[in-house]
């Protein structure tokens, strides 16, 4: 997960997010250590809205079949808010 996300490094110097989000950002891809399922979930929500906030375009997340670990993850977050 986080080897996908690093080609989004920029964003922890984007002058468009606020210090917290860019701390957010280096905090995550450099930190050491594994992931467990709610640092995947935020990651996810958080890297999509700052990639919207830095672009300012939608962002899309798209995931096939070996991600199906984190769209499984997500679906049960999401069945959990309701």
Known sequence: ??????????????????????????KFLFSKGELDQIDIELALLNFSTYLKKHHGKD????????????????????NEEE
Do not use: C, H, T
């Not at 690093?6 to 989000?21: A, I």
């Not at 962002?59 to 049960?76: K, R, T």
């Open 59 to 78: 962002i899309i997340v798209l995931m096939d079949e070996y991600d199906s670990p984190i769209n499984n993850a997500f679906m049960n977050f999401k």
């Open 1 to 26: 997960m986080k080897q996908n996300l690093k080609k989004y490094k920029y964003l922890g110097w984007s002058e468009k997010l606020d210090v917290d989000e860019r701390d957010f950002v280096n």
